[in-house]
Structure formats: C-alpha cells, structure tokens
Nanobody
C-alpha cells in the first residue's frame, strides 16, 4: 500500500492560482488528482503515468498542469485561472499499472488515496 500526503490547498479568488502537492511513500505507475464538491460524486481531474501519457478532464484543460518530481515521489498540480466551480476537496490517488483515459472516469480503479486538501475559489 502507498501512503499519500496532499498539501497546498487553500483559498483563492477567481482567476487566481493554487498549487497542490502529493507526496507518495514510494513510486507508483499511475498517480492522479480527483476532486469532490459537497453533494457531488468524486470526479477525475488529471492522471499522470510514470511512463506514458497524461490525461486531463475537459473541465480543466488549458488551466491545470500536472508534473512529477521523480526523486521525491511527488505529484504537483498547478491550477491556474481558477473558477468557483473548481472549489472542492482534492484527493491524490495512486495505483500500479499504466492508466488509460478511462481511469480518469472511475475512482474504483485506485486503491490508494490521500486524506484530501480543500480548495475554495471565491467569485
């Protein structure tokens, strides 16, 4: 099992930026960010393969960028041009094996999850 620790959540105004980090206890083939707003289901934001493509949800394309620090086993989510609808609890997830686009659509394929970090975007 992989332990995941998120950090970097907070508040921002619409149009602003925030950076989230997820540090894993060991290297995972696939890591990703999911988010869940109150009363809504958890949804995929971005998936990053250790070797392979990155997949972004349509709602964040062109605004959010993911990167990996391989030495530190850290996944970083740079969020720009934030919108109030980006407000949610953001969760880091990891699994073995390469991820495809469909993994962005299903939380059940990820075994390891962080505790979440809250992002609030005001109008």
């Amino acid at each position: 099992q992989v332990q995941l620790v998120e950090s970097g959540g907070g508040s921002a105004q619409a149009g602003g930026s925030l950076t989230l980090s997820c540090t894993a206890s060991r290297t995972s083939d696939c890591m990703g960010w999911f988010r869940q707003a109150p009363g809504q289901e958890r949804e995929g934001v971005v998936i990053s393969n250790l070797v392979g493509p990155v997949y972004n949800s349509d709602s964040v394309k062109g605004r959010f960028t993911v990167s990996r620090d391989y030495d530190k086993n850290t996944l970083v989510l740079q969020m720009n041009s934030l919108k109030p609808e980006d407000s949610a609890m953001y969760y880091c997830a990891a699994r073995t094996g390469v991820c495809g686009y469909s993994d962005l659509l299903s939380t059940t394929r990820f075994r390891d999850w962080g505790q979440g970090t809250l992002v609030t975007v005001s109008p």
